[in-house]
């Protein structure tokens, strides 16, 4: 990556606008529903017979044409409705749809293209490089989250427990994947290692999730705790898990959450840049411009109030660091009222 050029930044900035929004201006008249959080859209990549196989979730601010069997976010929707495909996390660099749709995004945000600022063909390559790592380890953690999810659906003693603690509905945590870090047979490591778009050791341990081993292993990071996810634009970008009476009686686990490890913390370089734990739980709730905001302090106080349709945002610490001020503050600017729980 160039000096000058933040990868991470860029992708945020471009992609920094409400899918819903700009669903409704490139796909109008398909849009044959809303429901809640959710817009019910004729596919234009293939013929559907209940012309809704394309669901926009502005919850998540991502989408998924289950005709097609592809998703993303709001980068991947241009791509996929301007030429018919969607870019994954591979190795090289980025096809011309993928950078047809980012200059779409960029022009549309203001924002200067990437051919435009300087940078050689050279750089541009290795910028995208970068970007397609992200979108790799966040389809990984993404995979991850399902599985735990399932998990915890899978357990009916550890789910009643949650919910019987927390009051959090079925529905909720599907839409959410809420999960519990169970890594008995099959574990997770094996099965995501196996079938169809099958992710490496490098690509797990680059998510956080799991920690390399002298052997040439790894092992799961969280274990026996309920995992809550981070999505933002459409995939899962961070997670903590709350400890429960199911984790180990280690003195490492002791805590009552932990948080993904970041790159910047000793001995981590094996994580990948874009794990960052200065995003905010919910956080892209903001894209939609609310006219107020509550800002909680733990993540099942933001569920509860998100259950409810309340617009809410958690740092999920004991208080707000002057970080997530910093971030929080220019996406508060149009917002009317802030109430701080």
Known sequence: MTASVDVQEYYRRVTDVDIGELARDMLGGRIQQESGSTLFCDCPNHRSQSQRSLHIMVDK??????????????????????????????????????????????????????????????????????????????????????????????????????????????????????????NAEPSPTRTLQEGPGAFTLRELTATSAFRPTAQDGVVPFFEGRIVFPYWSRGHVVFMIGRWTEWTPEVEWEKSKYKKLAVRNDRNNSHVAPCIRNDVLYNEDILLTRPERVIITEGVTDCISLMERGFPTVSPVTVQIRDADWERLLPKLAGVKNVFIC
Not at 83 to 106: E, I, K, N, Y
Not at 124 to 131: K, Q, S, T, V
Not at 155 to 163: D, K, P, S, T, V
Request: charged share 25%.
């Open 61 to 182: 601010q991502g989408w998924y044409c289950f005709g097609c069997g592809v998703g993303g976010d709001v980068l991947q929707l241009v791509e996929f409705i301007r030429s018919g495909v969607v870019t994954r996390g591979q190795s090289g660099r980025m096809p011309d749809s993928h950078r047809q749709a980012r200059d779409f995004l960029a022009d549309r945000a203001g924002l200067p293209l990437l051919s435009r600022i300087g940078r050689s063909a050279d750089e541009i390559g290795e910028i995208e490089e970068n970007h397609r790592l992200t979108l790799r380890v966040r389809e990984a953690l993404t995979a991850v989250a399902e599985i735990y999810h399932q998990r915890l659906t899978g357990n009916a003693e550890i789910l009643g427990w949650f919910q019987a603690k927390y009051g959090i509905g079925s529905e909720t945590i599907t839409r959410l994947k809420i999960g519990f870090a169970d």
